[in-house]
Structures are given as C-alpha cells and as structure tokens.
C-alpha cells in the first residue's frame, strides 16, 4: 500500500523520538496509531509554526478585506467607487486639496494626495482621488474570491477529468489525456489573455444564462479552466497507478463493483493531492488574476482588484508610487502565505509527495 | 513682483514687441551658421499608410508639410498668420469667376519632384483623379463639389473628373469647376490631401512607400514597426518662404515604439529632440520644475468631448442629456488632463479662439460666456424629469494617455447621476471608428476633434451635419447621430453665404454653434493646449496652428 495515505507508525516513532519516558511514548504512539490519517495530519500541521503563522497572516488579510464596508463608511468616510476629484481634507488645522496642483516651475499636473498615515487617505489617493487603503480592502475581497473560486472551480475539474481518465482507462483515457495535453501546450497567460480578451469584450451567453462581460464569474471561470491540466495530469498519474495497485487488485478479484472501488479506495486517495493542490493554486490564481487585471482583461471597472490598483497605480509612479506599491505589497504577503501555507499541508497530508517546492 | 522679476518681464516683453519677427525669421547668416545635423523624433507608433492623399492623422500630416506642396498652402508662420492660405505650387491664389464655380490656377515653372521629372498641369489633374481612386477619406465630403466627383465616387477605377479639373499645358494652367460655390475650398487644397504627386504614381494606398516630394525633404526609408528616415530633396530648391522654405537640418530620423515615459526621459537625456506623444500626467510636475526651458504651451483648436447617441436610450432624452452636462465637473476633466495650464473648460462646440466663437455656457452654476461650476442640483431635477435613472450605461473610451481616466470620471458623474455606468476601454486602434458605427449600439463615448482648417463648419458641419450620419458605417463622424433637418437647411445655407461674406457667415456659426449646444448632443469637457517638450540642442522652434511644430524651420546645431 505504498501509495496509501495511511501513516503507518514506523519504529522510529514507537521508540519515542525525544518524547521522554518510554511508557509516555508507548502511549502516544498508541493514540498516533488509532487516530485517521486526516487527524494525524491535521495535528502535523498544527505544529508547523510556518504554516500557523500563514493561517493568521490569511486570516487578518481576509477580515480586513470583510471589514472593507465599514473601513469606507466610518474610518475613510469616502466611496471608493466615486471619483472625488474636487474634494478636500483636514488634516490638523490644513485643508487640503484632494488633487493637488503643482506650483513649481512651470505648475504643471495635478497629483494626488500622498499617505496621510491617518484613517482618511492612509495611503493617499489615486488619479480619481479615490482612498487608496478603502479600495484596496475592496479590491483584496474581489482578489480573494476570485482566486478561491477558480480555485474551487479548478480543483473540481481537474478532479473530475484526471479520475475518469485515469480510472477507466482506454479510449476515454487517450481523449481525454490528449485534451489536457492540447490544453497545456498553450502558454497559460497568452491562453487566459485570449479568452479574457473575446469573452470581455462580448460576455459569456450559456444557454438561458447571460454573464455580463463585468461580471466576477468571467475572470473567474477564465483562470478555474486554464489550469485544469496543471492539476489534472497529476490525478490522473495517481489515479492510473491506484487502479494497478494490490489493494484495487484485490478488490476486483472479490467482484466489489467499480464505483464502489473508486469511491471508497480511490477518491480518498487522491483527496490528499486535491488538498495540497489547494493553497498552491489559490496562490499562482491570485497571481495570475493581477496579471489579468493589470491588462484591464481582468475585473473591469467600477470594480477593483489588487491587480487593477496596481494599473491605476503604474501612471503616478513618479509622483505616487505607494498607489502601485501597496497593492503590490498585499499580492506578495498573501501569495507568500498561501504558499507558506501550501508547503505545510503537503508536509502533513503528503509528507511522501515526490513534486516539492521550495523546501529541501 | 520683485523688482529684478519686472525687469526681467518688462525686457522680455520689449523683445517680444520689437524682435519677435526677427527671431521667427533668422537672417541669412544665422541660418547658414544653423543649417545640418539630424533631427531626431519619436513616437509610440506609425500612422499608418505614408499616402499623403490617404493617411488623415495630425502625427503624419506634420511630415507631409514638408515634403509635399498643393497648388496653395497653409503660411509656414508662427501665430494667427499660419491660418492664411498663401500660393504653392501656383504662382498666385486666383480670383473666383463664374459666381465662386471656376478657379484657374497657373502653376509654377522649373519645380522638380524629387524624382527629377518636372510638375506639369497633367501631374495636378492625375492628383485629383487619384484622390478618388485610392478612396481618400474625405473624396465624398470635401472633393465632392468638383465637377465630375459624383462619377468618380461611384466608379473610382474609371476617375477622369472630365470637366472638373482641366489641364492647358501650353498656358502651364489647371482650371477646377465646381457645382457650386465652396468658401472652403482653397482649404481643402491647402492640406495634405491635396498633394500634388506624378501622374505615374499608382491608383492605390501606397501603405509604406514614399510618394514622390516637391517640399525641402523626401521620406527615403519607412519601416513603421522601427523607423521612418527623411533627407534632403535634392531637387528642391526654395520658390516661396512663406509656402515652403527650405529646412535647416539634413535629415530628420523619426523613431517608432518608445513609450511616452521612454520618449520623455530620452529627451532629458538629449538622446531625442522632440516627441509626438501627450507626455504622461505623472512627469509633468519634473518637467515642469527640471526643464522649463525646453517645454512650449501653444493653443490647439480642438475639443474633448463625449458624444451622446442621441437615437438610443437613455441619450434619446434631452433631458437625461442636460442632466449630464450640468453634473460634469469641466475642472474635473481638465485636472486629469494636467490642469489649467494645460487646458481651457469648454461647453460648446466650437473652440476658444476659431473662427465663429462666441464664448458660450448653459452649463454651470452661473449661464453665461464661462463655465463655473457644475450645477448638481439643476442636474438631478433634470433627471428626475427625465424618469432614466436606473438606466445601464456603457462608456465606451480608448486606452491612449489620460483618456481611461477622463473616461473613468464621466462614469463616475453618470453613477452620482442615477445611471448605472460602466466603463469598456477599448484600443485606440479600433475605439474611433467603433463609436462611429451604430451597429454598436454605443450611448456615449470619449472622443477628440482637432481642426482640418480654420472653418466652424469643420465643426458644426462635419460633426453635427445631417450628411455626416451615416447608420451602419465605421466612417459616420456624426457620433451622436444628430440630425435636426432646421439646423441642418440652415448650416447648408451657411455654407454658400461664407464664399461671399465670411463675416456674416461667421455670425451665423456662432449662432448655430449655442442652438446645437443646447441640444446637448455632447458634454463638450475642454479645448487642450499642445505641450512640446524638445531637447535642449533643438532652436528656433516655430509653432502654426495648422502644422503644429514645422521641422523644417526647428535646428539642432
């Protein structure tokens, strides 16, 4: 049972590792025995520092992003929706011009507020004299949930396409390889920037259902598909070497049916890869989300996304680079922690995975 | 002011009011003393086609100034004179005869192209057979008074403009009927569509190779993915300064695919000497502060504006369009754009300072001749009225300099306003002609227009004319889909009054140009100011108001 995910305890452990008197490691070793392999796993990753330090960075970046409506209504007390070209600020005893005229040489342009460091205009405002710190809680909603549901989305496909391929073998396997491999042997982003390009242009109409080329669910639906192959080959690999296994083996030899075989020995099985799968794509779809968006293929105005802050950003990097910067800084946290966050759930469901980033 | 400021004002203006003449027109010596090098420009992209009787864009008729020559031409000059149409390639501007109906031009003697065969009569009537041929832009619209015109535009393989344009070689002369009289005629000689070129030169789109040159410089490579290179005509030689005066540099290197940003510091690095592009918001407070010596502001004639299809809803309710251009902050607009240096509020179709302004505003806090304020409360009694809030809205913007920005704003003012508005960026590749087309079902988009020639009627007419809707077509530069048939009879009699009394015709425009802004077929947002920022080797940098920069008259050396 090689391939089996169930953590057989090994003499190392039972011999205590460091775990003090021998009775007290007889008995862990006996709870670590009778516990499932999604307790055990559970526990390891518990114990990873790394990982925990990721959930709570994940965590404090998601209930941020919730928070975002009440962070506009009562501590930036703007819409960041609404331009604000005219507006002002007081700060201290100054009132402030929100787009400031330049008074130097010639006085030409008119530049933004910089980070005031206070609850209005944190990090100052960008070329519609919006608050950049409001949007970018607004925007890290619409990154988030984008990059979870293509993930989602991503995760069920890949899953489906890899097990049936995988499990039946045969014609539906070549079909169905050979469609992946098409699909993979297109460069991802030039892929993505092609659907994003026709399907925002003109929307996505599936039978009754019309999606409105702004809507979410395109960009969404766009990087949940692109990725498919990235997932699915892996799952099919293990799929195809479950199925040739002992235990498979000599479950057909018993005439237990098929979808009872693939239900309760090989899903399980491949549930673990699905997991560890899970942060690291929600991490490479937020990435690619940016890039989508940075092209303004992505989440269409009026919405905002991490990505699209950093657009609006990219012209005031002379005068305003922390529009660009921040946005850019929240990519890099998150991505960091997902994958920080990956590398522990794989240690812990996977810890004999052959594919490993990162860590030696 | 301090006292060494006023002084330093008061000679600068003493130099203004007794040199300024001399300094527009160096002496012989200093130009001798100016005359080589290579000019260097820049731009993100090409124009497209080099055929100066096919390609309609400011960046490439700049090029074609000086190295193609009509029967008559916009004056080579700095200031209001630049808007005088003086003699070419014709030894004089003719007097109209048969009631405005007939021109005789007499061309001049001994002018060369650049390929070394002579300008003869034959040469101007295959030019204008040619314009037909090769489906100029404005054949229909400018050309179309011509006699002959009509079959040429119905059959243009077969254009022989028979009766329209007759060549006498042995007088050297070329006489233009016309069906009727055409004030703006000399006009539309006078631009690049106009281009005398040999009568060999093939009936279509010549796409990137050269067209044979009268002017000073030949275009001698063009590659628009990297370069286009002009050098020396060599068989040019000066026959009428304020038509065409000979260049001062040797060769003018035109580079293609810089970005704005790349252009701007190439520039600071003296590794370029001027750029086509609007520089980017973002540099202009370090231009603006570094290099205030190398950046000229000079008026342009042109607007930006938002057409509203005034066919579709919610822009079928006047309204819903007041509402519109009472809520739009023009401040706002100009802000982005780079503030009030850089641009003039503007509510009305026709730009500061043209022929037939009279200063106009309904739109604002305070209606009178300038814009104030926005009136937000007026705006949001017009749209209650009007019963479109909720309405969806799409603004349809290109994706070039501050125009997602102006674009993002207008969204913005429609959201405050009720709509519910989104915004399309779309290349500015294809946006011009989208928004042209009404199979697009486009409400309201962000456009410019920059004059042709100094006429209202390359305003009132073109934009808002019934003759220039056409549904279904990418070339209806009618936007807005405006058609009022009253204002239409009386902008076409216009047309015939301006031939015998431009005066009167202009007090008309005026007149038309307040009655069509308060239809409100646009948001007229602003009138730019062109900003030229040169290197610091680049002098004697003349500015018209019809070529902008004239590059045969700027030296690097």
Redesign the interface.
Known sequence: MSDSVIDTPTPADLSGGGMGEPGEAMAAARTRATEGPWRAGLRKLMRDRTAMGAVVVLILIILACVAAPWYAQHVSQSDPFQSNLDGQITIGKNTLDIMQADTGGLGLGVTPIGPTWRGQYFLGADDQGRDVMARMLYGGRNSLIISFASTVICLVLAALVGTVAGFLGGWVDTILARLLDVLWAFPIYLLAISLSIVLISKGLQIGPINIPSNSLLIPIAIIGVVYVPYVARPIRGQVLSLARSDFVLAARCLGVPSSRILFRDILPNVTTTIIVFAPLMMALNMLTESALSFLSIGVQPPSASWGTIIQDGEDLLYTQPMVAIAPGLAIIVTVLALNFLGDGVRDAFDPRAKLRVGKG | MTLRRWLQSSAVALLAATGLSALALPSAADAADHTGGTLRLTSSSAAGTIDPQVNYTAQDWQIFYITNDGLVEFKKDEGPGSNDVVPDLATSIPKPQDGGKTYVFTLRKGIKFSTGAEVTPDDVVASFQRLFKVSNPNAGSWYNVIVGADACIKTPATCTLAGGVVADDKANTITFHLTQPDSEFFYKLATPFGSILPANTPPKDLGTTPAAATGPYMITSNDPQKAMILKRNPYFKEWSAAAQPAGYVDEIDYTFGTKPEDEITAIENGQQDWMFDTP???????????F?KQ?H?NPLFAIFYAPMNVNIAPFNNKDARLAVNYAF?R??AV??Y?????AVPNCQILPPGFPGYKPYCPYTKNPGTKWSAPDMAKAKSLMAASGQAGQKVTVISD?QNTDP?IS??L???L??LGFKA?????SANIQFTYIQNTKNNVQISLSQWYQDYPAASDFINVLLGCGSFHPGSDASINISGFCDKTIDAAIQKNLVTAVTDPKAANAEWAKLDHELTDQAPWVTMFTPKQ?DFVSKRLGNFSYSDQFKVIFSQVWVQ
């Open positions: 980017p918001a973002d540099r202009l407070p370090e231009m603006s502060r570094k205030p950046i502001i902050n401040r706002s802000d982005i780079g503030g009030p240096r850089l994706d920005q993002t704003y969204v913005s003012v959201n405050q989104t915004l399309k960026v779309i900003l």
